[in-house]
């Protein structure tokens, strides 16, 4: 009976554990489809400021004088050799190696780049990426939390510029990198990079998109202001973009997590009920064997008395 009673315990367990598998199956499926939908959303809003950022560029790069801000921006850039770092991930476990995979790429990435410890400086957006990178002894600047909803994002957007913006007032800035998963279709998530800062002015200065009217593109206020909102928004969009991707693709890892993990719950349940049967079956078996055993040791001991009564009564009527 202990050992049936171990059994139904286990039993209890797995079913409890399941229901829970369950219920972070079906949050990871409907967060992923609120943040796909919100992807889907900024990517228009994307590509509209990389539009602006193709024809200011394209224009800048067609006079023949440029702002002395611009050169001297360019001359900050290229005497500095700083890279900051922002790399997202997960609050949470239970997400399969959505945090490994991105610790390790932006590590390598960085070592690849040749910034050595003291002339990077890391941003982490999530804490079991602040636990790895403390682990590997990478310089972390700073740490920030995952926001549970669309609406906290905006507020962990605004920390990370500020915190872009005091290190580019105390001169440790020379690059901006971003790192973090991104959902792809055909695999669970894929690691991205982007730079921020510099923007790469080549890159849309010999962009080949059509533009999609006839229209040539104009603007009348002054260029370096233009240039100036254009660039807010777009390291703005290219923030929020990372952090809306990095949170689809950890609810989809965590989905593929949950399915795996209820598939072995449920292998291991039938398992231990199989074995719960196959016992409770025996000790059935043993009772009723118990209980047969009793059965005929009440009758032979009823025959033995039936017998001794039988000569007594033949003894009594001998005498007489």
Not at 82 to 107: C, H, M, P
Not at 227 to 234: F, G, H, N
Not at 280 to 304: N, P, V, Y
Request: glycine share 4%; hydrophobic share 40%.
């Amino acid at each position: 009976m202990q050992v049936l009673e171990q059994l139904e315990r286990r039993i209890t367990s797995a079913e409890q554990l399941l229901s829970i598998v369950k219920t972070m199956k079906a949050l990871a499926v409907a967060n992923m489809r609120h943040y796909e939908r919100a992807v889907e959303s900024l990517d228009d809003y994307f590509q509209t400021v990389e539009m602006a950022l193709q024809v200011v560029l394209w224009d800048l790069g067609n006079t023949d004088s440029q702002s002395n801000e611009t050169k001297k921006n360019k001359a900050t850039r290229r005497g500095s050799n700083k890279t900051l770092g922002i790399v997202f991930g997960s609050d949470y476990g239970f997400a399969g190696r959505f945090n490994e995979d991105i610790t390790s790429f932006a590590i390598r990435e960085l070592d690849l780049r040749e910034t050595r410890n003291d002339n990077r400086s890391l941003i982490c957006v999530g804490e079991q990426i602040l636990i790895r990178m403390e682990h590997e002894e990478q310089p972390v600047r700073s740490f920030f939390g995952i926001p549970s909803s669309l609406a906290g994002i905006n507020i962990l957007i605004q920390k990370l510029l500020l915190e872009i913006d005091h290190a580019r007032t105390n001169g440790e800035l020379g690059q901006v990198v971003l790192f973090y998963n991104r959902p792809v279709a055909g695999q669970i998530f894929t690691q991205q990079i982007e730079t921020l800062i510099p923007i790469s002015a080549e890159h849309y200065k010999n962009i080949k998109k059509e533009w999609p009217t006839k229209n040539i593109p104009r603007y009348t206020i002054e260029r370096s202001a233009l240039m100036a909102a254009i660039l807010r928004q777009y390291i703005y969009v290219s923030l929020y973009r990372g952090a809306v991707l990095s949170l689809a693709a950890e609810n989809s890892s965590r989905l593929s997590s949950m399915h795996s993990a209820g598939k072995n719950i449920e292998e291991l349940l039938e398992r231990v009920k199989s074995e719960y049967r196959s016992n409770r079956q025996s000790a059935i078996t043993e009772e009723l064997l118990d209980i047969a055993a009793g059965f005929t040791a009440l009758e032979s001991e009823s025959k033995g008395k039936s017998k001794i009564k039988t000569l007594k009564s033949y003894d009594l009527d001998k005498q007489n």
